[in-house]
């Protein structure tokens, strides 16, 4: 690809495929408040385990975003072996969350 100088000074460029080939993405899940923490992040981590897209390696992981007044917002954190797989590893987690 040739970009001109002109671009690269006036934009962010992120290659996708640098310095490694995977990549990490997230999901947002928003819960009720009645569900506990922990609850939710075992209910997460067993649907992340059973899809077949995402790596296992590294594990997915769970992260609180925010409390918010219709839920607790979690980060569905798991990394992919290529970004171009994006939009079907999220299809797939969030059905198997669901």
């Known amino acids: ?22 990549y990490r993405a997230q999901v947002a899940i928003m819960l009720d408040h009645t569900m506990p923490v922990g609850r939710a992040r075992d209910v997460m981590l067993k649907a992340a385990m059973n899809a077949k897209l995402i790596q296992q390696d590294p594990a997915p992981d769970v992260r609180v975003l925010a409390y918010e007044e219709g ?7 798991f990394w992919l072996s290529r970004f171009d797989r994006d ?10 969350v669901d």
């Open 1 to 22: 690809m040739i970009l001109p100088n002109s671009q690269i000074a006036r934009q962010r460029i992120t290659n996708y495929s640098a310095p490694r080939p995977q």
């Open 71 to 77: 839920g607790i917002t979690y980060a569905l954190r």
């Open 87 to 96: 939009i079907d590893c999220r299809d797939e987690v969030y059905s198997l």
